[in-house]
Structures are given as structure tokens and as C-alpha cells.
């Protein structure tokens, strides 16, 4: 029997990715170690950790909690400084696309980490996260801010010259996505990555009558395989109002191929692995490459191309 080729490489505006799963922003992704097995790994590209212009120490510990259908974070950005991330990518043979993500705590904080990774040769493209809901030093989302975001990514396409993506915190109402959906399709944005954590989440220790993680009194951001119809609705709302030349990297919820399947079919065309990178380490990527492939020649697709975004409805 002659097995048909499947291909499940990706391509997000001409970014050319040899597989169309990597890591999520913020797991695994930190340090010289992390990101160097990201390099020799089977993920299709390389994102970083969301960084500041100063190195940070992120909230107190514990900060991370993980039980078997999702996680709870309030990790609070720790990260090495943007020097660290651009200076290890310059020491590097990089084989893949690189994206840098960056989460300024100020507007113009963000200008000058867009200049500085404008200014390397190694990043393929800036992902900035407006949606990190851990921040002790302030409540508001950007993500989340209508009013702002306008204004912000206007300034950012006044000297950005990288593909430069988003990553967006998850919405629940179709009017937010369709707003949100409607500023972004003023700009030449290469992509969106949805969703962030879902925000202010609470997961208790029975025994203990207790929160589980220290910061913000137990609050975190919920990631896992419980968050993913969330993900997937907003994955599907934005592919229906976004320019069609906007690609969206889905994430949340994922841990199988058929969970890659289900996020493509809604509109993704890349995706990005976050809680269960953490559970099962960075051999996830190839056990998730083999699951796809087999799935998709279970359903007789030879590409992701052939069902991206075909969701059907019920007549
Ligand atoms: C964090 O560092 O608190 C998580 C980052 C994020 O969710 O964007």
C-alpha cells in the first residue's frame, strides 16, 4: 500500500513553519536550557518567554498549579530582560522561525521592545501578549481595553517593520471579538495567537480549605484541556471576522491530534501547546505530530489546508 504524504507543515503569512504545532509563550521557554531543546525539538518554531525590558522574578511561589483536566498560573512575567532573549538568539543556529514575545508594562515600554526586536536579524516575528492576567502592579488588560488598544497599535505601525502578531486574552461576547476583530483589521497584523489563560480563576484544595497558589489571594489564569471551548469559539468567532490575511495561531486545551484537528477546523492554522507542554515535557511535540498525522489520514485530509476553518453548522 502506497501511504498518501501528509502534509502538516503551515504557513502563516509567509512565515513558513516545517510543522504547525509549537510551544506556548511562557512554558518551558525562559531560560538558555528551556529554549535550546525548543531549537532541537519537533516544534515547528520557537516562542519565547513574554519579556520586559528589565529582567523580572515574577510572583511568589507557588505560583503554578496543575491537576489532571487544567492548570492555574499567576507566574507574573518573570523573565531574564530583553537582552537575555536577543542575546542568546545571536549566539544561536536557528533553524526555525522565531517569535519573540514581549509584554511591556507600559505603552511605551512595548515601543522601545518592538524598536529593540526590530533591530535582530534572528526574530522572525514579535508576538506581543496584551492578555496576561497576572500583573500585581496592574489590573487592566490592554486585551481588554477597546478604547486603548486602537490608539497603541496605531503608534506600534508608525516604525514596526517585523511581522508583528497578538496575543489576545479569550472574550465571551460575540460583540467583544467582533469590536476587537474590527481594530485589528486596520493594521497589517500577521496574526493573532487566542487565547491567553482564561483570567481570575479560582481552583481550591478541598483538604486544606485552600487556594492552591500564593499570589493575588489564589487567582490565576486557567489553561487546559477544560479551557479549550473557549479557545475554540474564539478561534472561530475571529476567523470569521478577521481579514482573511490574518492568520490565527489557536491555544488552549490541547493535548491530543485530534484537539490540534479541532482548533484547525475552526479557523487556526498554526497552534501552540501550553499546559500540557508542562505536564509531559518537550517529547509532546513529536508525540502530537504523529496524532495529527494519523488522524488526518484516518479522514483522508492530505493537508491542513484542505479543512482549515471548514466548521460546518447544523442545517
Ligand atoms: C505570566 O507570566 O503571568 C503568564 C503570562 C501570560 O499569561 O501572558
Not at 509567509?14 to 525562559?30: D, E, F, H, R, Y
Not at 519537533?42 to 511561589?61: D, E, Q, W
Not at 481595553?145 to 465571551?172: A, H, M, R, T, W
Amino acid at each position: 500500500m502506497i501511504m498518501k504524504k501528509i502534509d502538516i507543515s503551515s504557513n502563516i503569512n509567509g512565515i513558513k513553519l516545517p510543522l504547525c504545532i509549537m510551544n506556548a509563550s511562557g512554558v518551558l521557554c525562559s531560560t538558555d536550557k528551556e529554549l535550546s531543546n525548543l531549537l532541537h525539538s519537533f516544534s515547528g518554531g520557537v516562542v519565547t518567554k513574554s519579556c520586559t525590558y528589565k529582567p523580572r522574578k515574577g510572583n511568589v511561589l507557588p505560583r503554578y498549579f496543575e491537576w489532571s483536566r487544567g492548570s492555574i498560573n499567576s507566574m507574573g512575567l518573570p523573565n531574564f530582560g530583553i537582552n537575555f532573549y536577543l542575546n542568546f538568539l545571536e549566539r544561536k543556529k536557528i533553524n526555525k522561525p522565531i517569535f519573540l514575545s514581549i509584554s511591556g508594562l507600559s505603552a511605551k515600554e512595548n515601543y522601545f521592545l518592538i524598536q529593540k526586536a526590530n533591530e535582530s536579524s534572528k526574530v522572525t516575528a514579535i508576538e506581543l501578549n496584551l492578555s496576561c492576567p497576572n500583573l500585581l502592579e496592574k489590573e487592566d488588560m490592554l486585551g481588554y481595553d477597546f478604547d486603548k488598544v486602537s490608539n497603541f497599535i496605531e503608534n506600534i505601525f508608525k516604525f514596526n517593520n517585523k511581522p508583528l502578531g497578538i496575543k489576545l486574552p479569550p472574550y465571551f461576547q460575540d460583540a467583544h471579538i467582533k469590536n476587537i476583530a474590527l481594530i485589528l483589521n486596520q493594521f497589517p497584523i500577521f496574526f493573532i495567537t487566542c487565547i491567553n489563560s482564561l483570567p481570575n480563576g479560582l481552583f481550591i484544595d478541598v483538604n486544606k480549605e485552600s487556594v492552591v497558589i500564593r499570589p493575588k489571594k489564589g487567582f490565576g489564569g486557567i489553561g487546559g484541556s477544560i479551557i479549550k471551548p473557549f479557545a475554540l469559539a474564539n478561534i472561530h468567532k475571529f476567523y470569521t471576522y478577521l481579514r482573511k490575511d490574518i492568520s490565527i495561531i489557536g491555544c488552549g486545551g490541547i493535548s491530543s491530534g485530534k484537539d490540534i484537528f479541532e482548533h484547525i477546523l475552526c479557523g487556526a492554522s498554526a497552534v501552540q501547546i501550553g499546559t500540557q507542554f508542562m505536564k509531559e515535557g518537550i517529547s509532546v511535540f513529536e508525540r502530537l505530530k504523529k496524532e495529527l498525522t494519523l488522524f488526518l489520514e484516518k479522514k483522508n485530509y492530505s493537508s491542513i489546508n484542505s479543512f482549515k476553518g471548514k466548521l460546518k453548522n447544523i442545517q
